[in-house]
């Protein structure tokens, strides 16, 4: 496995390419110049949508000068993170965040402008000028607001405002990623190693036992130290978020993020409801662990340690390979997408010191998508590359078939298209791995996935939801509100097979989605579609795969609610997730099958 202790060290064809976003400091800086001016003359549209033409004047100038930020924003959110804490970075990244907040103020007027429209007069402009009818359903989702929106100069002091204060993100990433010292650990080949966010999670698979339990207490007696700070930062952003849709007339933030879905709050109860009613499915997975690990009963660094016993290290060109032979039931068009990933360098591999952690995909209007990564040459990475090369494939299709206003899927529809990835690499490799422990890693995998993305996103999700009403009913969340929170939802999900020590509420702490405003329950719902659709499409069903085809090309100018319908899937149905339980179940029983079989000859 090939170690880097910084950037310069990693090769040319490991690191992602960003000149077609900027060529160069000198590019970046013009370009920021032209959005600058373009953001400046967003103003001057004031009193624009009692007048059609000047109205699709502005919306033009607009989507263009949003294209533009983006671009800018998700550069500079990139170069940041590939090398954390370097000061021209971070001064970069802030500049665009303070462009961004001069763009929504110029912006303000506009949407409190179009609500104090009549019904009659709002649908004159779309008769008066039939080109507007391109923004026609991103302008009804405005309208939609109506009840919602404030004046000019208070949705301006609104955007202000959270632009100058929602930073909670960025410093608890740093804090974790940058600042803190977990100490260093010494492996069996006698190397020495430095413990960080990014390769915690490999360590924590470490096949010796007291190695693990020393990274792991490391580590989270450091989280510990700082456990309020994190806490006191998610009381903020909590509180925050709770202010802004009170101002707003919602009664709640979570009857605001069901608003800006338009979904009911009965698919997410169904969810919760069916999940947890079928807790012993988890049980019985964590159990099998147990057995298959040869303890008696896991400790939490135990936990992570793969179900799977295989050794088996992936080059990053061999994981390239593997995942382009699981999604080739997708078919060429696909395939070909897949392709240009690859060969335009879309992806930013390797992990050193300074890195942030974890992976992402990252788009925009104008520019496909860039993937960070932690390679660690597991399966887990594999797993990384097919689950975040979904996303960038899905944006390719969007870009391809929307115009600009468009191109930007919800997080509910996003993670359906990555998830399917990762279940068609499972069974991948379950059919066609070159040994029974490959066969085993890969049913492994997808009970990994679906335990973190189902019962796990359930979990935590019911936890943020907690963290919310806690706000809402005007107290605050501490660390000890997390503390027992956490330990009490985890020990309903473990069932008795794990062992809960005194580090074991710390999961809060690095649990970045929590500044994503309930975006956890996202992977819930998509987990569960997800196997349905790899399900379907494995089995040779034509018409899904056709119709996955028209859910991948689908802009956001279609509700979520609706672009599951074009895949035949009901959120208010149980059945959705009592599917993927038992599915779930299924593979707990096929790995068990697989692992008392005599060796293959």
Same mark, same amino acid.
């Not at 609104?158 to 909670?168: K, Q, W």
């Not at 390979?321 to 997708?330: F, G, H, N, Q, T």
């Not at 240009?340 to 050193?352: G, T």
């Not at 929590?514 to 819930?524: G, I, K, Q, T, V």
């Given at each position: 496995m090939?170690?880097?202790?910084?950037?310069?060290?990693v090769?040319?064809? $490991?690191?992602?390419?960003?000149?077609?976003?900027?060529k160069?400091?000198k590019?970046?800086?013009?370009?920021f110049?032209?959005?600058?001016?373009?953001v400046?003359?967003?103003?001057?549209?004031?009193n624009?949508?009692k007048?059609?033409?000047?109205?699709?004047?502005?919306?033009?100038?607009?989507?263009?000068?949003?294209?533009?930020?983006?671009?800018?924003?998700?550069?500079?959110?990139?170069?940041?993170?590939q090398e954390l804490?370097?000061?021209?970075s971070?001064?970069?990244?802030?500049?665009?965040?303070?462009?961004e907040?001069?763009?929504?103020?110029n912006?303000?007027? *506009?949407?409190?402008?179009?609500?104090?429209?009549?019904?009659d007069?709002y649908?004159?402009?779309?008769?008066?000028?039939?080109?507007?009818n391109? *923004?026609?359903?991103d302008? &009804?989702?405005?309208?939609?607001?109506?009840?919602?929106i404030?004046?000019?100069?208070?949705?301006?002091?609104?955007?202000?405002l959270?632009?100058?204060m929602?930073? $909670?993100?960025?410093?608890?990433?740093?804090?974790?990623n940058?600042?803190?010292?977990?100490?260093?650990?010494?492996?069996?080949?006698?190397?020495?190693?430095?413990?960080?966010?990014?390769? !915690?999670?490999?360590?924590?698979?470490?096949?010796?036992?007291?190695?693990?339990?020393?990274v792991?207490?490391?580590?989270?007696?450091k989280?510990s130290?700082y456990?309020?700070?994190?806490a006191?930062?998610?009381?903020?952003y909590v509180?925050?978020?709770?202010?802004?849709s009170?101002?707003?007339?919602?009664?709640?933030s979570?009857?605001?993020?069901? *608003?800006g879905?338009?979904?009911? &709050?009965?698919?997410?109860?169904?969810l919760?409801s069916?999940?947890?009613s079928?807790?012993?499915?988890?049980?019985?997975?964590? &159990?099998?662990?147990?057995?298959?690990?040869g303890?008696d @009963?896991?400790?939490?660094y135990?936990v992570s340690l793969?179900?799977?016993?295989?050794?088996?290290?992936?080059?990053?060109?061999?994981?390239?390979?593997?995942?382009?032979?699981?999604?080739?039931?997708?078919?060429?068009?696909?395939?070909?997408?897949f392709?240009k990933?690859i060969n335009?360098? !879309?992806?930013?591999?390797?992990q050193y010191?300074g890195?942030?952690?974890?992976g992402?995909?990252f788009?925009?209007?104008?520019?496909?998508?860039r993937?960070?990564?932690?390679?660690? !040459?597991?399966?887990?990475?594999?797993?990384?590359l097919?689950?975040?090369?979904g996303?960038?494939?899905h944006?390719?299709?969007v870009?391809?078939?929307?115009?600009?206003?468009?191109?930007?899927?919800g997080?509910?529809?996003?993670?359906?298209?990555?998830?399917?990835?990762?279940?068609l690499?499972?069974?991948?490799?379950?059919?066609?791995?070159s040994?029974?422990e490959?066969?085993?890693?890969? @049913?492994?995998?997808?009970?990994?996935?679906?335990?973190?993305?189902?019962? &796990?996103?359930?979990?935590?999700?019911?936890?943020?939801?907690?963290?919310?009403?806690?706000?809402n009913?005007?107290?605050?969340i501490?660390?000890? *509100?997390?503390?027992?929170?956490?330990?009490?939802?985890?020990?309903?999900?473990y069932?008795?097979a794990v062992k809960?020590?005194?580090?074991a509420?710390?999961?809060w702490?690095?649990?970045?989605?929590?500044?994503?405003?309930?975006?956890?329950y996202? $992977?819930? @719902?998509?987990?569960?579609?997800?196997?349905?659709?790899?399900?379907?499409?494995?089995?040779g069903?034509?018409?899904?795969?056709?119709?996955? !085809?028209?859910?991948?090309?689908?802009?956001?100018?279609?509700?979520?609610?609706?672009a599951?319908?074009?895949?035949?899937v009901?959120?208010?149905?149980?059945?959705?997730?009592k599917?993927? @339980?038992?599915?779930?179940?299924?593979?707990?029983d096929?790995y068990?099958?697989?692992?008392?079989?005599?060796?293959?000859?």
């Amino acid at each position: 496995m090939q170690k880097y202790n910084n950037r310069s060290e990693v090769p040319l064809e $490991y690191k992602w390419d960003l000149t077609p976003f900027f060529k160069d400091d000198k590019d970046f800086e013009n370009k920021f110049l032209e959005c600058s001016k373009l953001v400046s003359e967003l103003k001057k549209f004031k009193n624009c949508t009692k007048d059609a033409n000047k109205l699709y004047e502005f919306l033009i100038k607009q989507v263009n000068a949003v294209a533009l930020w983006e671009d800018l924003y998700v550069y500079s959110y990139l170069i940041n993170d590939q090398e954390l804490g370097v000061e021209a970075s971070i001064v970069r990244k802030n500049k665009t965040e303070k462009l961004e907040s001069e763009l929504m103020s110029n912006c303000s007027f *506009f949407a409190p402008e179009l609500l104090k429209l009549s019904k009659d007069e709002y649908e004159r402009l779309f008769v008066i000028n039939p080109s507007l009818n391109e *923004f026609k359903d991103d302008l &009804d989702k405005t309208y939609r607001e109506k009840e919602h929106i404030l004046t000019e100069n208070e949705e301006k002091i609104v955007n202000e405002l959270v632009n100058s204060m929602n930073h $909670y993100d960025d410093m608890s990433s740093n804090l974790l990623n940058n600042q803190h010292n977990y100490g260093r650990v010494r492996l069996e080949d006698g190397s020495v190693v430095t413990i960080a966010t990014n390769n !915690y999670r490999s360590l924590m698979r470490n096949k010796d036992r007291s190695i693990r339990k020393k990274v792991y207490t490391l580590f989270n007696k450091k989280l510990s130290e700082y456990a309020n700070t994190n806490a006191d930062l998610l009381n903020s952003y909590v509180s925050m978020n709770e202010t802004i849709s009170k101002i707003r007339h919602f009664k709640s933030s979570w009857e605001s993020k069901l *608003f800006g879905l338009n979904i009911s &709050d009965k698919v997410f109860k169904t969810l919760v409801s069916t999940t947890e009613s079928n807790y012993d499915k988890v049980h019985k997975y964590y &159990d099998l662990k147990r057995r298959v690990l040869g303890y008696d @009963i896991l400790n939490r660094y135990d936990v992570s340690l793969e179900l799977s016993k295989s050794d088996k290290e992936y080059s990053i060109e061999e994981a390239q390979s593997l995942v382009r032979d699981a999604i080739k039931p997708l078919g060429k068009e696909y395939l070909s997408k897949f392709d240009k990933i690859i060969n335009n360098r !879309y992806v930013d591999y390797c992990q050193y010191k300074g890195k942030c952690s974890g992976g992402y995909s990252f788009s925009t209007m104008l520019q496909d998508s860039r993937i960070l990564m932690s390679f660690n !040459y597991n399966l887990d990475s594999v797993s990384t590359l097919a689950h975040e090369s979904g996303h960038n494939v899905h944006h390719q299709f969007v870009n391809e078939c929307n115009p600009l206003q468009y191109r930007n899927p919800g997080s509910l529809v996003a993670e359906v298209v990555s998830l399917t990835n990762e279940c068609l690499l499972s069974s991948y490799l379950a059919e066609h791995g070159s040994s029974k422990e490959e066969k085993l890693a890969g @049913i492994a995998n997808i009970l990994g996935v679906i335990t973190s993305n189902l019962f &796990d996103a359930v979990r935590e999700g019911k936890l943020e939801q907690d963290m919310y009403n806690e706000v809402n009913k005007g107290r605050m969340i501490t660390r000890e *509100f997390l503390d027992k929170k956490s330990k009490s939802s985890l020990k309903k999900l473990y069932g008795s097979a794990v062992k809960l020590d005194k580090y074991a509420a710390n999961s809060w702490i690095t649990r970045s989605h929590y500044y994503m405003h309930f975006y956890l329950y996202s $992977y819930s @719902i998509c987990i569960s579609v997800a196997t349905n659709v790899a399900s379907k499409i494995l089995d040779g069903d034509k018409h899904m795969l056709d119709n996955y !085809y028209k859910f991948m090309k689908l802009g956001s100018d279609k509700w979520p609610i609706d672009a599951f319908k074009v895949l035949g899937v009901d959120l208010e149905d149980p059945a959705v997730y009592k599917n993927a @339980i038992n599915y779930y179940d299924s593979l707990i029983d096929k790995y068990e099958e697989i692992l008392n079989e005599d060796e293959v000859k």
